[in-house]
């Protein structure tokens, strides 16, 4: 209990790890409940008014909205800004299990562009997860000696990663800089190894290195054709595998 409070109450960090609960429960229930609806199964169905299909993605605007508002006037701490933050957490939910669809403008929630949202949904998970399990060295008052440099190197290390978590970024490794954030050692690697073709550091730092461009697209091939259906498989798994392009014959003259 005494960490919970040094940790998440004193911070002020109870009402993000309100809204990082009410954010993945939103997006599991969700979920499941669309899944349900395209096998046929439950007493749930789609949402119509005047013959116009309703997203979840339309409530969860107006959530958030009210949300982000009650969490600015709430402040960090009281019953006003946690219940803010629940409000803010199932409107981010619906809003980004529906990402895709803002992003092309059209209903691809089960195709494979609606992979997009499951990705954002884990990316955007992981980065409020990775602020609530961070620990906050300039947020916690009354510590000890040994506490106040046990801070400081905290804070050195935070750092230090960030700056390598930044490179594997401009080397256009998303995920393993999202993932470097919260563990060290993944921010290091991904900032050593060379950087994918498309990426700002190729363009800035191979353009002269004709090897070095080469190796790098020749790995990036490699580690897209390793990992690409496991990805794709644990998205599925999340969200629900879309539905099978259809094939189109072709046309005889």
């Not at 005494?2 to 429960?25: D, Q, T, Y």
């Not at 116009?52 to 960090?76: D, N, R, S, Y």
């Not at 008052?141 to 390598?164: H, I, K, M, P, Y």
């Amino acid at each position: 209990m005494g960490w919970f409070e040094r940790n998440i109450v004193e911070p002020g960090k109870l009402p993000l790890l309100l809204a990082l609960i009410s954010f993945v429960l939103t997006f599991v229930i969700t979920r499941t409940i669309t899944r349900l609806i395209r096998a046929g199964k439950g007493p749930f169905g789609n949402v119509s008014s005047g013959g116009v299909h309703v997203h979840h993605v339309v409530p969860g605007v107006i959530l958030t909205i009210v949300g982000g508002f009650g969490a600015v006037a709430g402040g960090q701490h009281g019953f006003g800004s946690c219940l803010a933050a629940v409000f803010f957490g199932i409107g981010a939910g619906l809003v980004l299990d529906e990402f895709a669809l803002v992003l092309h403008l059209a209903d691809v929630y089960w195709t494979a562009d609606g992979r997009k949202s499951v990705e954002m949904v884990v990316l955007t998970a992981s980065l409020v997860g990775l602020l609530l399990i961070g620990f906050s060295p300039l947020g916690v008052n009354d510590l000890s000696e040994g506490q106040e440099q046990n801070r400081a190197v905290a804070l050195a290390t935070v750092l230090v990663n960030f700056a390598f978590a930044l490179i594997a970024l401009f080397k256009g490794k998303i995920r393993l800089a999202v993932l470097g954030a919260i563990i060290p050692v993944v921010a290091l690697i991904a900032a050593v190894r060379l950087a994918r073709p498309a990426s700002p550091w190729a363009k800035r730092f191979y353009r002269n290195r004709y090897r070095a461009r080469a190796r790098s697209t020749l790995r990036a091939y490699h580690h897209d054709r390793r990992w690409v259906g496991p990805r794709r498989a644990f998205q599925d798994w999340i969200g629900g595998a879309p539905d099978p392009e259809p094939t189109r014959s072709l046309e005889r003259r």
